[in-house]
């Protein structure tokens, strides 16, 4: 199966999904190289990148679950595929 590479950004407004968030990337994380959290104290969110090596379907799957818990907003990002 063909896979992607992309990066995940998550901003966290509502800390009470952060449970909801760990679950989603631990049930994805055979796809994860990696993540980092950056919280923001000033503004009270915190700011997740997810780096992911993964098939599409499984990366807008991801994607939209985690779009769609209270307090989280997503954005994907793709590499320019060379021709």
């Known amino acids: 199966m063909e896979t992607r590479v992309a990066l995940i950004a998550v901003a966290v407004s509502d800390f009470d999904a952060v ?24 503004d009270n969110i915190s700011l997740i990148s997810i780096a992911i090596d993964a098939p599409e379907d499984s990366i807008n799957a991801l994607t939209g679950k985690l779009g769609s818990i209270p307090g989280i907003s997503t954005k994907t990002v793709y590499p320019i595929k060379n021709k």
Request: charged letters at 30%; a positive charge.
């Open 19 to 42: 449970e909801q968030v760990n679950r989603l990337l631990h049930e994805y994380g055979e796809y994860i190289i990696g993540r980092m959290g950056i919280p923001y104290k000033k």
